[in-house]
């Protein structure tokens, strides 16, 4: 943890810049989000007032969040503080966890995803979900990736092999492994099948893609792998992830916010988030002073 | 012991002090317990199978023989005619064909006494015949008992007399020591006495590899002369066994002087006085008459001796139209009596009161064998034996009837044999002609004599090149074979068949004893058909206890076998849909704290004793279920249906209703939709049964028009319009022997068709799946094996789809939420698999006769060629009803498997890690898509073994079995009938078996192929288990 205020400094400066990942090529442009475009992104996705409690634990506390449109948006925040919960909250996967119980809203769009009416399979097509862990299905790479067009009844080959394959190039596995896209996916590694969840997950060409620290389990090589894709993402998908590393808020997201004790302390541009956040207690956690 | 906790600032050496002393003991003898308790385990289960092995060894292990030395025997100067012996083996008759009847020991061979028969002083014997089963006993104290056997014997100058053998058995109780005037008192000699010892038996013989080489005495003179020896058991009984030969009784026949050829004869013994009572000879002349004689018999009560009265004189020799006649033997029963001619013509007759007249067409012993002629069949079959091929015509040279007089054996001059019985199309049809039904292997030279066993059926056979083989005549094991001198040689099977006896052709006499009580079992017998006798053909059949001895055990293990896998089946199909589903819905969508209680109450449900359940199935399920069979067929489609039309109208309702369901509301929603379709199956029942499976069968062939199968009156036709499943599956057997209906002969094998409805209404399903896929390419195009197929027509030309969209919008008034869009959903759907139904129903009805006409057609006795699928299901050779039947076995089955099947199945889904379903429901897949997609395969290999251990555990259950299935061993998978498994064999049969006997040991091999069947389902289950636990480990 020590590193923590090294590396929030901007990519360009950070002394593990000789990795030959080309990290600093592979950045957009506004690589960080300097604010400019935070005016003029509209949000795709508004929490209202959102709470949510685990039986008696109160979770997640009056949680106000809006997350712009085609950016990438990271939570931070100690564990247990209510991360997780919230970007399950966003695909409604807490539902099948006992005794949850909320209050407030969450507009997707300009509809409340926990209204009565709403269709739950219809809101998870919308919204892609990459785990921490990763959970490939023991089917092959090929029927992994279209695992969400299958179940939604598209059956035309030519059109399956199609989704595949643009699916996995763009999550660069194409060509570690179209040779063997019927082979069990459970025999790849780690990265890959993370990857392959990506893949997996905007082969359903959701509009936000939810990733709960899909790169803890992962090697620096492997990590850097996903991160250009989560950058390369952004072009077409909302993202919003979750992530322990410093560096890499820094280095993916437009957006940072940062969550404490099931609360929503402070969200901004990460260059601004990182640089000059406005609470104290923000920067004592990027600057690793607790946690 | 790595991980022992280390303090710091100690020295970092490793030391076993820091742990507690007790830990290691623990551990030790935690260890070695654990191991002896594991060897113990895995030792008693070798030796349970080593000891059902070393039970059924003997089944298949080679007999024990050996020889007994007869040096002393001296050869009668003619040629050798018989050979017989007591049931003992201890003393031997033979008789030459000068009439010299001559009696031996059996054990050294010392001559007992030898005379001339009377009637032969001056005429050469030429014909004998005695019988092989003791045709009397007489008892004339508890100590002495004379067993007789019927002989009748014909001379060269046409004479025919009738007499006996005799052997007499005599037990003498004596002291140990008994003193000298004692035993001269007896008739012996003291010095003698002293050599007596203790005979052992054949068994002990063979163990001991000694020489059978006992000492007997002499006693007593003339033809009562007797050997005398220690009985093994009973050190103060001596028995005495003597024989004797007299033939006192000339019988009057018509032959002209001329030489008799060949006698035989029968003779009916009243039971409880052991009297004659009918005698039947048979004689054949050299100039080819055939005579039969019947008397009614007495006995005088001065002289002892037989007297006859003559009923009949029978003569056949005008039905002798072809051949030289040369045998004939008379049934012990005297309704038959076969003559066969030097040249192979089997003539069969058949008692008519005080008269034979033939019976069957006369067939020939020597026809083709499967368009081989018989020399060239026999000479193969000598080849593959070493034997040089025969030459010439074959004639016959033995014909001999089998224990129980059923099959007949003939032997000719090739060394052919081959067995002749009478088949019967069924039990209860009368005898047919007699058939050739086996050809056993043939001997080295033409067939010199064939000997029946007296208690099983096998029998023993010579040769002329002195080949002495025993066969068993169902399992065709050849159990004895061997030499010796070549020539008219005789053999004999003494009653408990532990050895034979044989003359060779030089005079000499051969003694040996034999211990092979499983010759009865082969391979063969255990798993292929065999032809048993009187059967219509080759069968599986297991009936371990026939009630006689002349009708033979079967013992077929694959009834039992099927038996076995039926029970099993039947029981995974009732088990396999409720376990499984049942481990789905409690695993996958139950309530976590309903959950908790229904998995351990179905875990209980497992402790249910199975008698209980086959007592319950047996007393109560099986006769409420009885009249209620079509309503339970109909409930078992009904109620799925109603399930699926209700998952189906629930998926169709707004999210905002959905949600309003609880667990609770939906359990109980679930139980009424049960009642429901009970209720509704109730009342269907009996209509469906009407109309299904009309009562015409069970129809009194009365009621019913012999050509048009109408009724007769309106009151037939009202009796008729019932319906009756039960008749309709048991009844409607073929009448067995023609009737007389309303001065109408009916033939045998009247069937009254029936079955058209139900046929139609089978039809049906195919017909509208086959033209809903057909409604759907004509409008929407397709696929017929992945081949694309066009539209017929195109949504551009007719685009029904969307007019039934924009109707269905209109009649929703473009309404989109709520309840009334959805009933206008089901509605449609609803009225368009009505209407596909309705058509396709049109479809079926127009159709079905006609397919029925082409499959399902047979020629009808009175009404020519009939369509009628019911036959084909039902009929003779087809389904029955009994109570007690395979469903209902399944069903009680299904419920002791049920908990098993579902618990491992439960315990195989639950353990699919729940990220897998994560993942799955994050793509957008509902919790039924990622069941079926993801939950199942992952855990399939658990459910396979799931389903693995239940059949297990199925095949391995008894009392159900026992209780409920009827016991009836098949070969058949019908669900109406029940069946005997090997476990209900084993249950009911191991307390009657006598140990050692061919039946116990079948019963232990019987366990043994259990154990293996069962044994391989576990180890398979286990083996797909430990692939599924490596699945899930890497996931
Ligand atoms: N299934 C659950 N049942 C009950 N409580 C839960 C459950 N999941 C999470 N919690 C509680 O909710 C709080 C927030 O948990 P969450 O998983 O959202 O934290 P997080 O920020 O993702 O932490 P981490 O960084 O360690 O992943 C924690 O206090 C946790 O104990
Ligand atoms: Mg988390």
């Known amino acids: 943890m020590n590193e923590i205020a090294e590396t929030a400094l901007p990519v360009e400066n950070r002394p593990d810049k000789e990795i030959k990942l080309n990290l600093a090529d592979s950045l957009p442009k506004n690589g960080n989000g300097s604010g400019h475009d935070s005016a003029a992104t509209e949000s795709i996705i508004r929490v209202k007032d959102f709470n949510l409690w685990y039986g008696k634990s109160h979770a997640l506390k009056n949680i106000n969040i809006e997350f712009p449109r085609n950016r990438v948006t990271a939570l931070i925040g100690p564990s247990g503080c209510g991360k997780s919960t919230l970007l399950r909250s966003i695909n409604r996967m807490n539902d099948l966890i006992d005794g949850i119980r909320y209050e407030g809203q969450i507009l997707l769009g300009d509809q409340d995803i926990y209204a009565r009416d709403q269709d739950v399979i219809q809101l998870r097509r919308h919204c892609g979900m990459v785990f921490q862990k990763t959970n490939p299905f023991p089917k092959s790479i090929f029927e992994n990736v279209i695992y969400a067009r299958r179940i939604s009844g598209e059956n035309n080959k030519r059109k399956l092999a199609e989704i595949v394959e643009s699916s996995l190039k763009r999550t660069a596995l194409w060509d570690e492994v179209h040779t063997r896209l019927h082979e069990n996916a459970t025999a790849m590694s780690g990265g890959q099948q993370q990857r392959l969840c990506i893949a997996r997950a905007i082969a359903n060409e959701p509009d936000v893609l939810l990733m709960d620290e899909p790169c803890s389990a992962l090697d620096p090589i492997a990590t850097a792998k996903i991160e250009e894709l989560i950058l390369e993402l952004r072009q077409q998908f909302t993202v919003v992830i979750v992530t322990h590393n410093m560096q890499q808020a820094a280095r993916v997201a437009d957006y940072t916010a940062f969550m404490y004790l099931g609360q929503l302390v402070e969200m901004g541009p990460t260059s601004e988030m990182f640089l000059k956040p406005k609470l104290k207690q923000t920067e004592d956690y990027i600057t690793g002073r607790f946690g | ?1035």
């Open chain 2, 1 to 1035: 012991m790595t991980d022992a906790p280390q303090t710091s600032g100690q020295p970092q050496k490793f030391n076993a002090r820091q742990v507690s002393r007790n830990v290691y003991i623990i551990d030790f003898v935690a260890n070695v317990g654990i191991r002896v308790g594991g060897v113990f385990v895995v030792l008693a289960v070798l030796g349970m199978v080593a000891y059902i092995i070393w039970e059924v060894k003997p089944l298949f292990s080679p007999p024990a023989q050996g020889m007994v030395a007869m040096e002393g025997a001296r050869p009668t100067p003619g040629r050798n005619m018989l050979v017989a012996c007591d049931e003992y083996r201890r003393t031997v008759v033979r008789i030459d064909d000068g009439g010299n009847a001559q009696v031996v020991s059996a054990l050294t061979g010392e001559k007992l006494h030898e005379a001339r028969l009377e009637p032969f002083k001056d005429a050469g014997l030429t014909a004998l015949w005695a019988s092989a089963r003791s045709t009397a006993t007489i008892s004339a104290s508890i100590e002495a008992s004379t067993s007789e056997h019927l002989m009748v014997a014909g001379s060269s100058t046409g004479e025919i007399w009738q007499g006996r053998i005799s052997y007499d058995a005599s037990y003498l109780r004596l002291p140990l020591n008994p003193p000298d005037d004692l035993l001269q008192r007896k008739g012996i000699s003291p010095a003698e006495w002293k050599e007596i010892r203790t005979l052992e038996t054949p068994e002990e013989q063979a163990t001991k590899e000694a020489s059978y080489a006992p000492k007997v005495l002499m006693v007593g003179s003339g033809d009562r002369r007797a050997v005398i020896e220690h009985l093994p058991n009973d050190f103060q009984f001596y028995r005495m066994m003597g024989a004797r030969v007299d033939l006192p009784r000339k019988l009057e026949f018509p032959t002209d002087g001329a030489a008799i050829v060949d006698v035989g004869a029968a003779v009916e013994m009243l039971p409880e006085h052991d009297k004659p009572y009918e005698l039947i000879t048979g004689a054949i002349t050299s100039k080819g008459r055939v005579l039969l004689k019947i008397e009614n018999m007495s006995i005088n009560p001065m002289s002892d001796e037989w007297e006859g009265e003559e009923a009949a004189l029978v003569d056949l020799t005008r039905y002798i139209t072809a051949g030289t006649p040369r045998f004939i033997r008379i049934r012990t029963q005297r309704d038959q009596c076969v003559v066969v001619t030097e040249d192979g013509k089997l003539y069969t007759f058949k008692r008519d009161k005080r008269d034979f007249v033939p019976e069957f067409p006369v067939d020939d012993v020597f026809k083709a064998v499967e368009n081989k002629s018989w020399i060239e069949h026999v000479n193969a079959q000598r080849t593959g034996r070493g034997f040089a091929a025969a030459t010439g015509a074959p004639r016959v040279t033995c014909v001999e009837f089998l224990i129980g007089d059923i099959t007949l054996l003939i032997g000719d001059s090739l060394g052919g044999l081959q067995g002749w019985f009478s088949t019967k199309l069924n039990k209860d049809a009368p005898a047919g002609p007699l058939n050739r039904t086996r050809i056993h292997s043939p001997g080295a030279g033409a067939i010199a004599a064939i000997v029946m066993a007296q208690t099983q059926k096998s029998f023993v056979i010579t040769d002329e090149s002195g080949l002495v083989r025993a066969i068993h005549n169902t399992s065709e094991r050849e159990f004895f074979n061997e030499k010796v001198a070549p020539g008219a040689v005789r053999a004999c099977s003494p009653l408990k068949e532990e050895g034979f006896i044989a003359v060779a052709g030089d005079g000499r006499l051969h003694h040996w004893w034999v211990h092979a009580p499983h010759v009865d079992v082969s391979l063969g017998v255990l798993i292929a058909p065999v032809w048993y006798e009187s059967y219509p053909g080759p069968v599986n059949h297991w009936e371990s206890t026939t009630g006689s001895a002349d009708v033979e055990s079967k013992y077929s293990l694959v009834p039992l076998i099927i038996g076995t896998l039926k029970g099993g089946l039947y029981a995974l199909l009732v088990a396999i849909p409720l376990a499984l589903l049942g481990a789905v819905y409690t695993s996958e969508f139950m309530h976590r704290k309903m959950r908790a209680v229904v998995k351990p109450s179905m875990e209980i449900m497992a402790s249910l004793p199975s008698v209980v359940l086959g007592f319950l199935a047996a007393m109560y399920f099986a006769p409420e279920a009885a009249p209620r069979m079509p309503t339970l067929i109909v409930a078992a489609f009904v109620c799925p249906g109603f399930f699926l039309l209700y998952g189906w109208m629930f998926q169709q309702l707004p999210p905002s209703i959905v949600s309003r369901f609880t667990p609770v509301v939906t359990t109980v929603a679930l139980f009424l939709i049960l009642m429901a379709g009970l209720g509704v199956s109730s009342l269907l029942g009996p209509r469906f049964e009407q109309v299904l499976f009309p009562a015409v069968e069970s129809a009194d062939p009365a009621l019913v028009d012999a050509r048009t199968f109408k009724p007769v009156s309106d009151e037939a036709a009202r009796r008729l319009d019932t319906g009756d499943f039960r008749s309709w599956t048991s009844g409607g057997a073929e009448l067995a022997q023609p009737a007389s209906v309303r001065g109408e002969t009916l033939p045998r094998g009247w069937w009254i068709p029936g079955g058209h409805t139900l046929f139609k209404f089978l039809m049906w399903i195919p017909f509208g799946l086959l033209l809903a896929w057909a409604l759907k390419v004509f409008f929407a195009g397709g696929n017929f094996f992945s081949r694309p197929i066009k539209p017929v027509l195109p949504p551009s030309v007719f685009d029904l789809p969307s007019i039934l969209n924009r109707a269905r919008g209109a009649i929703s008034g473009g309404r989109t939420a709520g309840l009334w869009p959805v009933v206008v959903n089901v509605g449609f759907s609803l009225a368009g698999v009505a209407v596909i139904g309705a058509l396709a129903f049109g479809v079926s009805s127009l159709l079905s006769p006609m397919i029925e006409g082409l499959l399902f057609n047979y020629s009808h006795p009175t009404a020519g060629s009939v369509a009628d699928f019911r036959r084909f299901v039902t009929g003779p050779e087809g389904w029955k009803y009994t109570q007690t039947n395979s469903l209902i076995v399944g069903f009680a089955m299904g419920f002791a498997v049920i908990p098993i099947i579902y618990s491992i199945a439960e315990d195989a889904l639950s353990t699919v890690p729940n990220h897998m379903r994560a993942a799955s429901l994050a793509c957008g897949a509902s919790r039924w898509q990622t069941t079926v997609r993801i939950v199942i395969p992952a855990a399939a290999s658990g459910i396979f073994s799931a389903i693995v251990i239940g059949l297990g555990r199925a095949v391995g259950e008894t009392m159900i079995v026992v209780m409920a299935a009827g016991g009836t061993p098949v070969m058949d998978m019908q669900p109406l009938v029940g069946f005997r498994s090997l476990s209900a064999a084993i249950a009911t049969e191991i307390a009657e078996a006598a140990d050692g006997s061919t039946h116990r040991r079948t019963l232990f091999l019987a366990g043994l192929v259990l154990f293996l069947m069962t044994f391989f389902m576990s180890t398979l289950a286990e083996f797909v288990r430990m692939r599924l636990r490596k699945k899930l480990n890497r996931m």
